[in-house]
């Protein structure tokens, strides 16, 4: 289904008296355990003897760093206009006796961009093997959002989708079916303000569920491709996987050179494409320093 007919049915107007009660749902919500962060340890820079490795990605702009820091403790840059980190940032948090390295990412709008602070992204998200992916949108622009969403679904089966800026919506008068989305999308959705740390405990409990395997994510992937394309890509992906075994989502790799992305042929010819295995991209790409709160 197209992002725009899946957001139809997804989005409304909110009437006064839903904005009434939404605001006072939230209130008397304040104090009950599930907004309780007690369980969470930020563990700052300190990512030793990790469990999981959790990729933050997104569009520019969406509040992913702010979701970093609240999980980590750390005091990653932000502000409101899009562009603001151009390296990944690294951090920890412990949750349910786990540790979890989290990965702070440029923000991109597609995997198939070639600027280069959007390739620190997708490089990341294509061959860094997170254990989980947790996706942050901005609720105010949800279809524009949704095309990161349907992409990065294509190439993983662990993802979150972290909907966030909940608050501009409500205040825009934006409804969101976040039960549906979830049912449509095959992840789990959590609608998060994540500037006030609404829905943080929410969302760390999915992480952790994705990352431990107790939640199955059933991601929704677009329509197959015609039979003899399909049997083309099949037989391109197996002599990348035979050339390239460390390589992950071979399947992409072999889509983008039947388009002819000239960067990725390059690549293969240059023997960089080889470098882009878990540990290459963790330890090769730049990182920046960061502050502890
Ligand atoms: N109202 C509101 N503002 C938020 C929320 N989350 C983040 N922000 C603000 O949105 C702006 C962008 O947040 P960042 O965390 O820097 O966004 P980002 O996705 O890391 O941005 P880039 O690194 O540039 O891609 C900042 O001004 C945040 O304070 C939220 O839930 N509600
Ligand atoms: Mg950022």
Redesign the pocket.
Known sequence: MPTRSILFFLTAELSDKEKKMSNTINSNCEDCPVHNLGNLTKLGINMSQFDFVVALA??????????FNALTGLRQ?????????VTRAEGGFEFGNKRFKIV?L??TYSLLSNSTDEEVARDFILFGQPDVTVI?VDATRLERNLNLVLQVLEITDRAVLCL?????AKRNGIAIDDRQLAKQLGIPVVP?????D?GIPELLKYIYEVATGSYVCRPYRLEKTSPLLEKAISQLTNKIKNEFPELPNARWIALRLLEGDQKIIDSLKNGELKNLSRNNTIVSMPKQELVTA
């Open positions: 997104g569009n520019p702009n969406t509040g992913k760093s702010t979701v840059h932000t502000g409101n206009w899009p562009g603001k980190t702070d440029p923000g942050v966030n800026l909940m608050d501009e998060t303000s994540a500037r006030q609404d």
